[in-house]
């Protein structure tokens, strides 16, 4: 009896050391894995569990207007050269780099974007891509070759395409159609008779370069946000909405190039200069206009 009794006792005691010796196996197994940084495959299903849900539907919408942006630069550089040697050719210039300065921001805010979820822990899909193309490669891709063409005629003003989008809290704000945004000198000058302003010294001639000096990219959806009056917007670069309602007009369409320098030619009349305060300061003072 005290023979089985040992026996019995030394076979469970081997049960246990067996099983302690497993159990520190798998110990030194997972912190070894820990140490690789490949914890992540043991177990799948409690990382899941635990893993942050990523949003990633900005993606795709962000690549495809990045693809119509590169193919809006093409365009405008294709522009730009037909414009060699006419009085355009600055004006092109200027929208071109416009344009591509806008897909460059459009590609440093795809990039944040993803890696701000990256960084979170959020894994990403295969079909969305680390980072957007650069505005070299994005051109490759999404531009056919353009000859340069002859200058063409300037569509009058009036035969300008018109859209609606959804603004701020003030409602729907006009903007123009993407190949109505930048105008080009005679369409500049088509608006300005439109709005009223004489074509004579001492208004359309000094308001011209004003412009040419506040948006010479003559970009029709200028607005300067740092500007501390409530930003400043359009062809005239206006600050506020205050001026628009002070003259009569409608701020939702302060984009609308009649509208902007209709503003611009009450502001004049009512200060009775360009300049100084009240003005177009710096650019009046550039031009060494009153």
């Known amino acids: 009896m ?6 019995e006792g030394s076979a469970l005691r081997r049960l246990l ?21 490949t914890a992540h495959l043991l177990p799948m299903q409690a990382r899941a569990a635990s893993s942050p849900a990523a949003n990633w539907d900005f993606a795709r919408p962000a690549v495809d207007r990045m693809n119509a942006a590169a193919i809006q630069v093409c365009g405008a550089e294709a522009t730009a050269r037909a414009a060699h ?12 780099e416009v344009l591509v300065a806008e897909y460059q921001q459009s590609e440093r805010d795809y990039n944040a974007a993803v890696r701000a979820i990256v960084e979170a822990g959020g894994r990403r899909p295969s079909d969305v891509p680390s980072k957007a193309l650069p505005l070299d490669l994005a051109r490759a891709r999404n531009c056919i070759r353009v000859a340069v063409a002859e200058p063409k005629q300037t569509k009058p003003l009036a035969a300008l395409t018109l859209a609606i989008a959804q603004g701020d809290d003030s409602g729907p704000v006009w903007i123009p159609a993407p190949e109505s945004r930048f105008l080009t000198l005679e369409q500049l000058d088509a608006a300005a008779a439109m709005a009223g302003w004489p074509n004579e010294p001492g208004w359309w001639p000094e308001m011209r ?51 902007n320098l209709r503003t611009a030619l009450w502001l004049r009349t009512a200060r009775g200069h360009f300049g100084g305060t009240g003005g177009w300061f710096n650019c009046a003072k550039l031009w060494g206009i009153e």
């Open 17 to 37: 050391v067996c099983l302690g010796a497993i159990a520190l196996f798998i110990t030194l197994i997972v912190i070894g894995l820990s140490a690789t940084g």
């Open 209 to 259: 370069k004003i412009i040419l000096c506040e948006t010479r990219s003559l970009d029709t959806m200028a607005h300067n946000t740092s500007d501390p009056y409530g930003g400043s917007y359009g062809l005239a670069q206006l600050n506020g909405s205050y001026h628009f309602a002070n003259a009569g007009q409608d701020f939702s369409r302060r984009f609308d190039p009649v509208v």
């Open 85 to 96: 040697g006419t009085p355009n050719e600055d004006v092109r210039k200027a929208q071109v």
């Open 2 to 7: 005290p023979d089985y009794d040992a026996q």
